[in-house]
């Protein structure tokens, strides 16, 4: 075999960044070796294996191989001779990176003994020796010693005038001192180390210049010069990716700029690295595209940990780095969409030290995408969802997703608009229906099945109900806080960061990991019970019970209460739409989408049958031809315009005394509430109708004349049940008033009423 020739081949698989070729390469020419008896191509093929998995961090194929070379080495009747001590020094530094400190010791020892019995003591393979060894020091903390071997292989080299080398060895020399405290000393041979490359090799290409570079950087963050020390970390990470792409050297060396940039109150989030490239390459790319800033946006949105913010050590070993998404609709792609792609593919390799990423996913995260694509891809769906079986059909996972990474570019385009509706959460009777699912499975695993598994000592079946229990109560937790659930491996850290029930990872990792299987049931019933609190403080639920199944069995019946609150809406509407106003149509005639909230929230704190009893005599009022509605402003004129009441009284049907005074009382118990409301909350309380009927006129309809005139419009059995309803609420201590704004705000995307109090 040509062996010089293959390694030729190998340097050039290297030098063009195609690692995901190597090992194959490798494997193959060892296999070819063999074949030919070739027992130095062997050695010297699988000790480049050894360090190809070794740099790569495969670190178990890395050992196994290492205990391959050496018994290759007693195969070949080579032991004691120096290829023999040169596979021990390779096996050494494998056993080192594997964490086996003390096989790679004993490996470091016979090595240096037969170096010793068989090369001068000037030979640079002895120099390389004691580079290698003074890497096992620094793992193991002693780096004092590290210093010594490096100062032992920095004078053989320059013995040698090995610059190179030498080079090397000034790197990790500096690296040791810098943990000995003597900064200024590592600062020295660092310079020197730079110097040495700069001179010894001009295009400073050299696989390890990276290493003084990394050392410079180090230096420069002791010493407090996080500006160069940044812009040495920055061009020590580019230097080592080209050449061992994401190395564990890699990663490690990208935490310690991470440290450096947090120092800095910046950031090197694969987000913050995307919209640092896009900035400083992609908007100036995009700008070229004029005529098509109406359906051009760029972000980094889609899958991927970076996307929500999760991205650390150990998702950067894949798919990390620069890069951005070109949104585009299918019609703009067949014009300009190879275009693109090209401008794209041309930008520059590295940002910030970081490599620009691949266009995984084919091109669904990076590159130009097809927006209509990519929606159907992460929820099954072009268009956003807007009746109750797409929301149900939509991916969840997908949405949650949707709801992650940030838009660079183009907040003004269709695409965006359609990720913003794509963003608003499941309407309230999805989200009761599927809250209502997940506490009912919760209760049927967590609080039947699994104590009665106990009990029979079926311990399988108690492991899965602890599971299921688990995998509801987080479901549940997600509806609570009005958050699309992701993939799995991150919904504890989302949930954690959630408003309510933030406490529930925490729990259930308790629970999951108590085995006292008997203990796990009262940690179930303890979470159960924390959930049911939760549920009756957002006034989600009123069930005093911690058994979950009640509780989802209460949300189901507001489900039929939902679909009852819609139909009335809906009839509602109608009668609005006919209202003839003086002066013309209003404009609140034809917006529709406010309407609907305004009612619906009042109408979902209504029991099943009031709003039977209300839809009831909104279907009579249409079959008789007449509206309500207009009923209902014309008693309100009473108070606002008594002129003109006067003329219309005789036309509207009477209120009689019995009916007045039911009104009365409950206007006066729900001015009460609202007036408790405007304490507790005085912006929503602006953004509102004044209180009471001593501020109406012309031009302001108060709550509490709106009220009676809405109240004057129910039929008997409806006034009523509604005056109980009141009554009953305000004796148990609730407020109707706080309880139709908490709907308001939720159906405006807010999180409570805090939430909506603090950001108006």
């Known amino acids: 075999m040509d062996l010089n020739a293959v390694l030729t081949d190998l340097d050039s ?85 594997v964490g086996d400190h003390k096989r790679s010791a004993e490996c470091f020892d016979e090595c240096f003994r037969i170096y010793s019995e068989n090369l001068p003591p000037d030979d640079m393979r002895i120099s390389g020796y004691y580079n290698n060894l003074s890497l096992l020091f620094q793992e193991t903390g002693d780096f004092e010693s590290s210093c010594n071997a490096l100062k032992k292989a920095l004078s053989i080299a320059e013995e040698n005038h090995a610059d190179i080398e030498a080079a090397a060895a000034c790197a990790n020399l500096s690296a040791s ?30 696989f390890h210049f ?17 500006a160069a020390a940044r812009k040495y970390y920055e061009a020590a990470l580019t230097e080592l990716h080209m050449n061992t792409g994401f190395s564990s050297g890699y990663v490690r060396l990208l935490e310690r700029y991470a440290d450096l940039m947090h120092k800095m109150q910046a950031d090197i989030s694969g987000l913050a690295i995307s919209e640092r490239y896009f900035n400083e390459y992609g908007r100036e790319m995009l700008e070229k595209f004029s005529g098509y800033e109406s359906d051009i946006a760029a972000g980094l949105l889609g899958e991927g940990s970076d996307v929500l913010g999760y991205d650390d050590i150990y998702s950067r070993d894949h798919d990390f780095g620069a890069g951005f998404a070109i949104f585009i609709s299918r019609k703009t792609y067949s014009e300009i969409g190879a275009e693109l792609e090209a401008a794209y593919d041309a930008l520059p ?182 959930i049911a609190e939760t549920l009756r403080s957002l006034s989600l639920t009123s069930s005093p019970d911690s058994w979950l199944e009640a509780h989802g069995k209460e949300l189901l019946m507001k489900d039929k209460a939902s679909e009852l609150a819609n139909d009335i809406t809906m009839l509602e509407w109608e009668f609005f739409d006919k209202v003839k106003n003086i002066g013309g149509r209003a404009s609140c005639q034809d917006d529709f989408p406010t309407f609907e909230i305004m009612r619906k929230s009042q109408y979902l704190t209504w029991d099943i049958p009031m709003l039977e009893s209300w839809k009831s005599d909104l279907m009579q009022y249409k079959q008789d031809g007449g509206n309500p509605i207009t009923l209902k402003y014309a008693y309100m004129m009473a108070h606002t315009s008594p002129d003109e009441f006067a003329a219309i009284r005789d036309s509207l049907p009477p209120v009689d005394d019995e009916k007045r005074q039911i009104i009365d009382t409950i206007a006066g118990i729900q001015v009460g509430m609202m007036n408790d409301f405007a304490a507790k909350y005085p912006k929503l309380a602006e953004n509102a109708r004044s209180i009471t009927d001593a501020d109406d006129s012309i031009y302001n309809t108060s709550y509490e004349t709106y009220l009676k005139g809405e109240l004057a419009a129910y039929s008997p059995e409806t006034l009523k049940l509604y005056g109980y309803f009141i009554v009953r609420t305000a004796a148990e201590g609730g407020n109707i008033a706080e309880k139709i704004m908490l709907n308001t705000v939720h159906f405006y995307g807010y999180k409570s009423l805090d939430d909506a109090e603090g950001r108006i």
């Open 177 to 206: 001192l810098l943990n000995c405290g003597k900064t200024d000393e590592a600062e020295k041979f660092a310079d020197r180390s730079l110097a040495l490359f700069k001179a010894a090799s001009p295009d400073e290409n050299d």
């Open 349 to 530: 390799a590295y940002c910030g030290g970081v490599p620009k990423a691949p266009k995984t996913l084919d091109g669904q995260r990076r590159g130009v995408i097809i927006y209509e694509d990519f929606f159907r891809r992460l929820t099954g769906l072009e268009t956003p969802p807007e009746t109750e079986s797409e929301w149900l059909y939509a991916y969840e996972y997908g949405l949650a997703t949707l709801s992650g990474g940030k838009l660079f570019y183009g907040e003004s385009t269709v695409f965006a608009d359609i990720l913003r509706k794509f963003r608003r959460y499941y309407p309230e009777n999805i989200r009761q229906k599927k809250l209502a699912d997940a506490l009912i499975n919760a209760a049927q695993n967590g609080q039947y099945n699994l104590p009665r598994a106990v009990k029979r000592h079926d311990l399988l079946t108690a492991q899965l109900c602890s599971a299921k229990f688990a995998e509801y109560a987080i479901s549940a937790a997600f509806a609570v806080n009005r958050r699309f659930a992701p993939i799995v491996k991150w919904q504890g850290r989302m949930l954690s960061e959630c408003g309510y029930l933030a406490g529930l990872p925490e729990m259930l990792e308790r629970f999951l990991s108590e085995n006292d299987i008997c203990e796990r049931i009262n940690i179930a019933e303890s979470i159960s019970l924390n």
């Open 13 to 97: 698989l290297f030098s063009h960044h195609m690692t995901d070729k190597i090992e194959g390469f490798l494997t193959d020419n060892i296999r070819a070796a063999m074949a030919e008896n070739d027992s130095a191509a062997v050695l010297s093929l699988v000790s480049e294996l050894v360090g190809f998995y070794r740099d790569s961090g495969e670190f178990q194929k890395c050992a196994a191989y290492a205990d391959s070379l050496l018994k290759l080495c007693e195969s070949f009747g080579i032991s004691g001779t120096v290829p023999h001590a040169t596979a021990l020094l390779n096996a050494a530094n494998a056993f080192r990176a």
């Open 210 to 226: 990276s290493a003084a570079l990394a050392a410079k950087a180090d230096v420069c963050a002791v010493k407090g010069d996080n």
